[in-house]
Each structure stands twice: as C-alpha cells, then as structure tokens.
C-alpha cells in the first residue's frame, strides 16, 4: 500500500489546526488559520502558498510557545510534503 504523502500532509495541518483551536487562546487562532490557509495551498497543489503558509505556521509557532505537540505535527507535515516534492523551507529559517 502506497502512502500519499500530500494527503498525509494534509491531515497532520488539520490535527493542529485543531489542536490549536482547543486551546482557546487568541494566538493559536492565528495558527489554526494559517494551518486553514496551509491546508488550501496543499490541495491546490499551490508550490509558493505552501511554502509561504509553512514560514508562517513555523514562525508563528515559534513565537507563541507552543505544545510540543504542535511543533511535531507541523513536523510531520513537512516530512509528508517534502516526501511528496514540494519545497517547505524558505531560504531563511524563521526566527
């Protein structure tokens, strides 16, 4: 049985998507839409909005002090997508 990578993606951005909006806080509802706008790019197979969204997602992630948890679902998603061809990273890691 064959993995699609990029539904697997997928489907780890919405586990933090949701991770995120359990939480209640005001800054995990940037995520959880950046995690929204990240999960278009990748069903549109839209190269530059998932490469964008990722920066984003990490970055924002970064900044609020996240769960591990969400930090390694974000992970995942990038392995799947990498897996899958696309190009996650941006020339800058965020800071």
């Known amino acids: ?8 993606a997928q489907a780890r951005v919405t586990e933090l998507a949701a991770l995120m ?4 806080d005001r800054g995990a509802a940037a995520i959880a839409a950046e995690c929204d706008a990240l999960s278009r790019a990748i069903a549109a197979f839209h190269m530059e909005g998932i490469r964008f969204r990722m920066f984003n997602v ?14 390694a679902l974000l992970e995942e998603a990038r392995r799947h997508l ?3 061809g696309f190009h996650t990273r941006s020339h800058q890691a965020p800071t």
């Open 21 to 24: 909006r359990s939480s209640g």
């Open 58 to 71: 990490d970055r924002l992630l970064r900044r609020e002090s996240s769960p591990p948890a969400a930090t």
């Open 82 to 84: 990498e897996a899958a």
């Open 1 to 8: 049985m064959s993995v699609d990578h990029r539904q697997s």
